[in-house]
């Protein structure tokens, strides 16, 4: 037994570092449970940083009103949140035509909000955040428009 | 005959994280009282509510499916779980019921990640399956009463290989980002994108913001990469080990407090590592109560007197969980691993003082 456990050890090192390299010069997916991720490297640069903010508006009647996702997505864990938010209202996403979504979408907005029709807008923002002799300076920018008629 | 390096080896693997038995049971016990108390973040029938276009299978079992299961399954999942870890408290079973919950973990939080997020949860599933092998079940359990008592630390040993690993890779991605290049500040960037983005903002969160030394926050970058990398070198020996997650716990702290990133769960993972327990006191016939015998009682006790800081912690939580929460966090958690962290830093005070 002691062996079988020694030989463990031994071999638990390269297979950690195997992992390691696979996931750092390979692109997502990985395993679901594998560790480490890379997916949030970050980044130094040494002048500007910027980060990708959506924000999410239900119009009804010409009445315009900000969905705030952590109530959207409630029942939800906290960090699949952010995930589940751009993966649904991103441009690429095909959700829009998807039936069973927009049933739940009306369903839930309508519990947040009592519209029963409308659109929704995902307007997706990039704040630029620049240093400026010790002051933090935002610098804000559409990049992205989706409407899903609802 | 054993070589030298064998010898080394097998010192190492088996002998240098010895635990006291009631330390392990009471890691036990913590963990499975957490589980309990967090089960509300362990339900996992809230994945049969969303629709499947939310589904994105990764590699591993939701290949397998097509979507996320009924909610009579996910519902099963959550009774499965609770008895399980009634089970791990009393320590019925212990080994089979550790390994059990793991399993049950995985296939559960499997779906959880179908959402497309893997987050860092991995340390907890799998260290009841880990620490099944140090029969943490010896002491304050039901199976004390009709098994061996005999524990084994190797499984110590690998936990820490796995968490020295964990915070390595985190170093390395930060290091190979550039983060000591001189100028600018990766630290100074991923604060303000936290506190802007996220709305992290509670606690030191405006106090360091209005910190605009440079060389504060490049010592920062330096130190963060420095502890995360330098994680993989103390595993191999149990002291440093020890010493690194004393600032693990502190690192984390400072996090909770500046980027209000709570941090619960692994603060009983890192408990395994600490050897609360504090030499025999001789006993005394005499009725007198003495200052002397107070620090004898608590010295003798220290072990138990960890439970004065989860067992608020478990109930204030449970008071609290259903008030609003500011991204995860709760602001009672503050005071409570507070007292935590102080914990912690009396040990390793009396430990530094026992080297001088």
Redesign the interface.
């Known amino acids: 037994m ?1 062996k079988k ?2 030989l ?2 031994i071999f ?2 390269p297979a ?1 570092f195997l992992q ?1 390299h696979y996931c750092y010069n390979n692109p ?11 997916g ?8 500007v ?1 910027y ?1 990708d ?1 959506e924000l999410i508006f239900i119009s009804d009647n010409g009445k315009r009103q900000i969905i705030d996702r952590h109530q959207l997505f409630d ?6 949140r ?3 938010v751009r ?2 209202f991103s441009t690429e996403s095909q ?1 829009a035509e ?1 039936v ?2 927009i ?2 979408l009306r369903k839930k907005l309508k519990d947040l909000t009592a519209a029963n029709s409308g659109r929704l807008e995902a307007i997706w923002h990039r ?1 630029h ?1 620049t ?1 400026k002799n ?3 300076i ?1 610098e804000k920018e559409i990049i992205a428009n989706k409407i899903i008629k609802l | 005959m054993k070589t030298k390096w ?1 010898a080394k ?2 010192y190492w ?2 002998e240098s994280y010895n635990i006291a038995p009631d330390n392990l049971a009471l890691c036990r016990i913590s963990y499975a009282l957490f589980n309990l108390f967090f089960l509300f ?1 362990f339900n996992f029938s ?1 994945i049969a ?6 589904y ?1 299978a ?5 290949f397998f499916f097509d979507g996320f299961p009924p909610a009579w399954i996910l519902n099963i999942f959550n009774i499965i779980l609770t008895v399980l870890n009634f089970f791990l408290l009393f320590g019925k079973w212990t080994k089979p019921v550790s390994i059990l919950i793991s399993l049950t973990l ?1 296939v559960s ?2 779906f ?8 860092h949860i ?1 340390m907890w ?1 799998i260290f009841p399956a880990i620490m099944a092998f140090t029969n943490w079940g010896a002491k304050l359990s039901l199976d004390s009463f009709n098994t061996n008592k005999i524990i084994t630390t ?1 499984p110590i ?2 936990m820490s ?2 968490i020295g ?2 915070f390595f ?2 170093g ?3 290091l ?4 000591l ?1 001189i ?4 630290s ?3 604060f ?2 936290v506190r ?3 709305g992290r903002d509670l606690y030191l969160s405006d106090f360091i ?1 209005s910190i ?1 030394n ?1 060389f504060f926050w490049e010592t920062l ?1 330096w130190l963060v990469v420095g502890f995360e990398v330098g994680f993989i070198f103390a595993v191999f020996s149990a002291r440093s080990f020890r010493f690194f997650i004393c600032f693990a716990i502190l690192f984390h702290f400072a996090n909770l407090l500046i980027l209000n990133i709570s941090f619960g769960i692994h603060l009983v993972i890192f408990m395994i590592f600490i050897n609360w327990n504090m030499p025999e006191i001789t006993n005394s016939n005499s009725l007198k109560i003495t200052k002397q015998k107070i620090h004898a009682f608590i010295k003798k006790h220290r072990v138990y007197t960890i439970f004065f800081w989860i067992i608020p912690y478990l109930i204030l939580f449970f008071l609290y969980k259903n008030h609003s929460r500011v ?2 966090i709760l602001p009672i958690e503050v005071p409570v691993y507070t007292i935590g962290v102080s914990a912690v830093i009396y040990y390793f005070y009396k430990k530094i003082k026992l080297l001088f």
């Open positions: 002691q456990i020694r463990l050890f638990v090192f950690l390691m997502e997916p990985f395993p679901a449970i594998m560790m480490p991720r890379f949030y490297q970050q980044l130094k640069d040494n002048t940083s980060m903010v029942s939800m864990h906290l960090p699949q952010f995930f589940a993966k649904v959700a998807d069973e979504f049933v739940w704040i955040l240093r010790g002051n933090l935002k | 064998i080896l097998d693997i088996f973040h809230w509510t969303y629709p499947d276009t939310f994105h990764k590699p591993g079992l939701t995985i939080f499997s959880v990640f179908a959402f497309g997020n893997t987050y991995i599933i190797w040993t690998f290989i796995l690993f964990a890779t985190s390395l991605a930060k190979l980002g550039g983060w290049q100028g600018g500040s990766a100074w960037q991923y303000h994108i802007s983005k996220i913001a605009n440079a970058d991204d995860g």
